[in-house]
C-alpha cells in the first residue's frame, strides 16, 4: 500500500456531510424517473444493469449508518489517502451484494427513501471524530464521508453514461472532495515533485521522480477536468484515449501518468 503523504489536506466536515446529503438527493430524484426499460439499460460496470447500479448506490451510503450502528473500533487502521488503495480487494463481494440487493429491493424509490432517512437522523448524532469499522479498516466518520463524495460522484458519472438524455447534476462539495482525495492519491503513490497535475478548479498537485519545480512554468505540466481526471482515476478511461480526444493536456518528458493509472480498482 502506497504510504500517504505526511500532509494531509483537510475537509470541512459539515460541507461534507451535506454534500454527500445532497448528491445522494441529485440521484434519488433521478432514479424516481427512470422506467422498467432503462433500468434494464447495460452500464459501463460489467455486466451490471442501471437497476442494480442505482442499488448500489444505496449501498455505498447505507455503509454509514450500518457502520455507525456497530461497535466503534479502538482506534484508527486506515488514513483517508490509503483508502483508495485499500478498495480493490472487495470488489467481488460488492459486486455480489448489489446483485441480492437489487433482487431484494424492486421498489428502489423506497429503498433511497430508507437510506436516505436512515444517513440523515445517523449523522445528526455522530461526531466527525468517532470511528467507524469500516471493512477496508478503521476510519473517522469524517474521513469515510470523504470516500463517499468519490462513491457518489463517480456512480452518478455511471449512470450519465448508461441512460441516454440523463443528466445527474454533480453536487460542487462532493465533486471538489472526489478531484482531490483522486489527485492526492496520485500525489501518494507517485511521490516526487516534477510534475504538475492540474485540474481546475479544484486540485493541483506534484508528483513522480524528478528534479523538483520551484519557479516559472514547471517542465512537466499534466490539465485536465475533474470529471475526466475522476475517470482515468477509477480506469472509466484510458490515459491513451483521453490524451488522443484532447481531454488532457500533458506537456513535459514526464508527463506521461498512464503507467499510474488507474488508483481505484
Not at 4 to 25: C, E, H, M, N
Not at 38 to 62: F, S
Not at 193 to 214: D, L
Amino acid at each position: 500500500m502506497p504510504p500517504a503523504k505526511k500532509r494531509t489536506r483537510s475537509y470541512d466536515p459539515a460541507k461534507i456531510r451535506a454534500a454527500v446529503l445532497a448528491q445522494f438527493g441529485n440521484v434519488r430524484r433521478a432514479v424516481q424517473g427512470l422506467d422498467d426499460a432503462q433500468l434494464a439499460l447495460p452500464t459501463r460496470l460489467g455486466d451490471w444493469t442501471v437497476r442494480e447500479l442505482a442499488a448500489h448506490v444505496t449501498m455505498a451510503v447505507e455503509t454509514v449508518s450500518r457502520n455507525l450502528d456497530r461497535e466503534e473500533p479502538a482506534k484508527a487502521e486506515l488514513a483517508l489517502l490509503d483508502w483508495p488503495f485499500a478498495t480493490a480487494g472487495r470488489a467481488a463481494d460488492i459486486a455480489d451484494g448489489t446483485r441480492d440487493l437489487a433482487a431484494a429491493h424492486p421498489d428502489l424509490d423506497a429503498l433511497y427513501a430508507r437510506t436516505e432517512e436512515r444517513l440523515t437522523q445517523r449523522l445528526a448524532e455522530a461526531p466527525g471524530d468517532r470511528l467507524l469499522a469500516a471493512r477496508t479498516g478503521a476510519m473517522t466518520l469524517a474521513d469515510y464521508l470523504v470516500t463517499r463524495t468519490v462513491e457518489l460522484v463517480v456512480h452518478t458519472d455511471d449512470l450519465n453514461a448508461a441512460v441516454p438524455g440523463l443528466d445527474i447534476p454533480q453536487d460542487r462539495q462532493a465533486l471538489a472532495a472526489c478531484t482531490r482525495l483522486l489527485a492526492d492519491a496520485l500525489a501518494a503513490k507517485v511521490p516526487g515533485g516534477s510534475t504538475e497535475v492540474r485540474i481546475p478548479p479544484y486540485a493541483v498537485v506534484q508528483c513522480v521522480e524528478g528534479p523538483r519545480h520551484t519557479r516559472g512554468t514547471p517542465p512537466n505540466v499534466v490539465e485536465t477536468d475533474p470529471l475526466t481526471w475522476i475517470r482515468l482515476a477509477t480506469g472509466r478511461t484510458a490515459w491513451a484515449d483521453a490524451v488522443s480526444d484532447a481531454k488532457v493536456s500533458a506537456s513535459g518528458e514526464r508527463a506521461d501518468l498512464g503507467p499510474y493509472l488507474p488508483l481505484l480498482r
